[in-house]
């Protein structure tokens, strides 16, 4: 599969009510994306009301407009083969408008009814707040979402993103009101502090007069403010949640890699992709094949904010052999980092890591998301998009480097084990509620 | 392993991502019919040349509702063969992507990898339909990677378990009401001995499909696929009945009560409606067929018609609905009805209303105007996933090959959108909201 032809033509252009966007052709595409983005964090909220920003979005979306009910708003984009999404992240909010060559203007009028003429319906309110609550409330009793809340009490302290991130308690997202909601819109959606990034086959005219039909009669200001720098920490230890009414048991284990796009994100990547991605990772192959008690364990990286990226490894493991299992992880762990990804592993690995950056290039909504991160992390739109590049220049001398050397050490990681087996594991500190793991420094 | 039916969701009726469409880059796949090649049931071929990779599909129509003995013997056996036939390459690392999985009525293995692994990844596929060849411990020892799976997606997951429970209570001792991945209990009771014997009964080519799609041309595949299929059995023994006793047996009668279970863990009151019916006389198939899939979008849609519309945005009946149909092997219809009464609604209120909804449109049939609103919807956007994703064709081809015997291309799936008319929905749509064979199953967090 060839990489996009127009990879790097990244135009800039201006609508006719001059709003500035970045386009990046794609005439092959089937649809066009403009994705907004309205820069800034919402930690003007009181830390009790920081679910606010997840749900505010899709109440904005989901009751729609004063203009006309929410089913002749979806009909109707329907119709056009439109869509939109909203949603947040910690130092932004986004705004996709999706669109077909030749109807976008229809499609922006319709996301302008939405963002300037919300509807804000208390009884939508009331049935997000619910199904929101329900939804954590169901998170907080699996193990893996006990076994993450333990580990961001372990490590983020009183920061406000602990709400956000952990949602509890989640009786906190019932006290968001209609009047809070319509606070945050007041001072998110804006025609100012705004990046706006495209990727598709419609023409830059027809995307200019798009942005200017979807902003029409927004504030001209936004009043968004970020979160304090998270300095999350990780305690070395190893920590048990022992809850005897627990089904079965789980192990987390977490430790910190520099922050998303800082260079030779590619490299950890790859790395992390041959720990544990697919079925031949070396996690999976170690803990499922060989020692038969898994059925499945990988291994991501993720950010709690943009300061703040972590490298993990979790999955259900067979109660019986949860310390084997940890030592098990242990070891291949620190195998990979000691000798890194072998000549025989590295072109499977980078091939499908490769294949999956190209994919993503070449698709409207990921590359327009790819210039919006880029903007958001202070690299131009063509970094951004370079990334399927990138994935295909690796080197394993290169990759092999990057883990060794910003790969934390299996000890000044995290593991945390959940198990309905109080002997489970030999632990460092054991609790029996997540909310305690704060005591295990 | 896949549910019977898609699971309990929520409806997401919102607004939505219409269209969030796969590749893009010059788009159409191509079709190409090998049956003639020999050796499987049909052989299809996609040369999709801008597709990163190869994909290669063996599509049995044999799955857990062919079993009989301890639930779950598909699903074993389909992780012994997946393990056996993975050594297809050798030892060490094999360079393609690897996957199986098994619902009641299919088992479907996947490979994935460049033209340069076609040889190894058509030697797995033919390797499927020989005995796995895995030590008496391996296989023993796969129960409790199954085990961990049930683990995973069942266990400490009432929604799971509740959705298990209403098919059984609907089809009874039915294969279709066979748990696929099974339970801890029949789990352990499985055996590689049972194992092999339901493979050399179900696995033969003769009934299964291959399809290949990918950068790969009619000229590169043809003598790909002539060399591999020398390797199939040349003269198989006698086909195997499509599981007459088990799968063809007439569907039992539904029972007159419906089910009532009292979940603690369960996030909030859940209800499924479940029901089957025998198709509308004298239509065939592949009107059937499209006709279930507008019939389906209705429903599921906002519009006048929909389920969501007097439930969901109008009246705040329920907090979530959604509705899927099911073509059986056994020529029946089937539905899948779930949802969630909303806040400060009763869950027999709520319950209550669905049916009346169910009754009316049943009666009334649905609008001419959103019959003919929602089949533009489907054709445009069939026409725009056609353009811009070869996987579009893919997809086309394995629904149409599950559902009909048969894969279409895309322009004939388009096409096909046309076919049913109003009377034709409204017909299925009665067949299914009048039958006699449904059940009402609810799920209560606190105690009724």
């Known amino acids: 599969m060839a990489l996009p032809a127009a990879a790097f033509d990244v135009q800039s252009h201006k609508s006719p009510n001059g709003h500035s966007f970045s386009l990046l052709p794609m005439r092959e595409a089937a649809q066009t994306v403009v994705h907004f983005v309205w820069r800034g964090g919402d930690a003007y909220l009181p830390t009790e009301k920081g679910n606010l920003p997840e749900l505010a979005p899709v109440l904005l979306a989901q009751s729609g407009s004063t203009d006309m009910p929410i089913t002749d708003l979806g009909t109707q984009l329907n119709a056009i083969c439109g869509g939109l999404l909203f949603y947040s992240g910690t130092d932004a909010l986004h705004g996709l408008l999706i669109g077909v060559a030749g109807k976008m203007v229809p499609a922006a009028q319709l996301m302008n009814a939405v963002m300037a003429r919300p509807k804000f319906d208390e009884r939508w309110l009331k049935r997000l707040q619910r199904n929101f609550v329900e939804n954590v409330t169901k998170d907080q009793a699996t193990t893996g979402g006990q076994a993450w809340r333990a580990l961001r009490e372990a490590g983020m302290g009183n920061h406000p993103l602990i709400q956000v991130r952990s949602k509890t308690p989640a009786e906190n997202i019932n006290k968001i009101t209609i009047a809070d909601i319509k606070d945050w819109h007041r001072r998110s959606l804006s025609t100012g502090n705004l990046g706006i990034f495209a990727a598709g086959p419609a023409t830059a005219a027809e995307i200019g007069q798009a942005i200017d039909a979807a902003l029409q009669g927004l504030p001209a200001q936004n009043k968004r403010k970020d979160y304090a720098p998270l300095a999350m920490r990780y305690p070395g230890k190893t920590i048990l949640l022992h809850d005897p009414k627990l089904a079965k048991s789980y192990i987390l284990v977490a430790g910190p890699v520099p922050k998303n796009y800082a260079p030779s994100q590619e490299e950890r990547e790859l790395g992390m992709a041959v720990l544990g991605v697919s079925d031949q990772s070396r996690l999976h192959t170690a803990l499922r094949t060989e020692l038969r008690a898994t059925y499945a364990f990988s291994a991501w990286m993720s950010e709690y904010s943009r300061d703040s990226a972590v490298l993990y490894f979790q999955g259900e493991v067979d109660t019986a052999q949860v310390a084997k299992a940890l030592q098990t992880i242990e070891t291949t762990y620190a195998t990979l980092r000691q000798e890194g990804i072998s000549a025989v592993e590295f072109p499977f690995a980078k091939r499908l890591y490769a294949n999956r950056a190209k994919t993503m290039v070449s698709q409207p909504k990921d590359a327009a998301n790819m210039m919006a991160e880029a903007w958001l992390t202070n690299r131009s739109p063509v970094q951004g998009l370079g990334y399927a590049q990138r994935a295909t220049a690796l080197q394993r001398a290169a990759v092999n480097r990057v883990i060794a050397t910003q790969f934390p050490s299996f000890d000044s990681m995290t593991k945390i084990v959940v198990s309905p087996d109080a002997k489970a594991v030999q632990a460092d500190c054991v609790i029996t509620h997540f909310t305690q793991a704060a005591r295990c420094w | ?448």
């Open chain 2, 1 to 448: 392993m896949r549910r019977f039916i898609r699971q309990i969701a929520d409806a997401g009726l919102g607004l939505g991502l219409a269209l969030f469409l796969g590749l893009a880059g010059a788009a159409q796949a191509d079709f190409h019919d090998l049956t003639r090649l020999g050796g499987f049931k049909k052989i299809y071929l996609l040369p999709a040349p801008n597709a990163p990779e190869i994909d290669v599909y063996v599509i049995l129509p044999v799955g857990e509702a062919n079993a009989t003995g301890p639930e779950g013997l598909a699903h074993y056996l389909e992780h012994l063969v997946a393990s056996s036939a993975d050594q297809a390459h050798g030892t060490g690392l094999r360079q393609r992507s690897h996957n199986a999985w098994t619902s009641p009525f299919w088992t479907v293995y996947w490979n994935r990898a460049p033209i340069g692994q076609m040889d190894d990844m058509l030697r797995y596929a033919t390797t499927l339909f020989q005995p796995p060849s895995l030590s008496d411990a391996f296989m023993r020892s796969d129960r409790d990677i199954i085990a961990r799976e049930f683990d995973l997606r069942i266990r400490a997951n009432p929604s799971a378990s509740f959705a298990k429970a209403a098919y059984r209570h609907l089809y009874g001792a039915h294969g279709y009401g066979r748990a696929v991945i099974g339970t801890p209990d029949s789990i352990a009771r499985l055996t590689p001995a049972k194992a092999l014997a339901f493979h050399a009964r179900h696995y033969t080519p003769h009934n299964a499909y291959l399809v290949i799609f990918g950068p790969i041309t009619l000229q590169q595949a043809t003598p790909l696929l002539a060399q591999h299929l020398a390797d199939l059995p040349a003269n198989p023994s006698p086909q195997p009945q499509h599981d007459q006793p088990q799968l063809h047996q007439p569907l039992p009668a539904a029972p007159k009560s419906g089910l009532q279970m009292h979940l603690p863990t369960l996030a909030r009151d859940q209800v499924l409606i479940l029901g089957h019916a025998p198709a509308p006389p004298n239509m065939p198939r592949r009107t059937l067929f499209y006709a279930k899939i507008l019939l389906e979008s209705i429903l599921n849609s906002g519009q006048p018609g929909g389920l969501g519309k007097p439930l969901y945005y109008d009246d705040f009946v329920v907090s979530n609905i959604s509705i899927a149909l099911q073509l059986l092997p056994g020529g029946q219809i089937a539905f899948e009805l779930a949802f969630s009464p909303d806040a400060e609604m009763p869950i027999a209120q709520a319950t209550q209303r669905v049916q009346q909804v169910m009754q009316d449109l049943a009666q009334n049939g649905l609008p001419e105007s959103t019959v003919e609103s929602q089949r533009s919807i489907l054709q445009i956007n069939s026409r725009i996933a056609q353009q811009a994703n070869a996987r579009y064709a893919l997809g086309v081809a394995m629904d149409s090959l599950r559902n009909l015997g048969e894969a279409l291309d895309a322009d004939s799936h388009h096409m096909a959108l046309h076919r049913p008319c109003t009377a034709d929905l409204n017909a299925l749509l009665r067949a299914l909201f009048t039958s006699p064979s449904i059940i009402t199953a609810t799920a209560t967090k606190d105690k009724p």
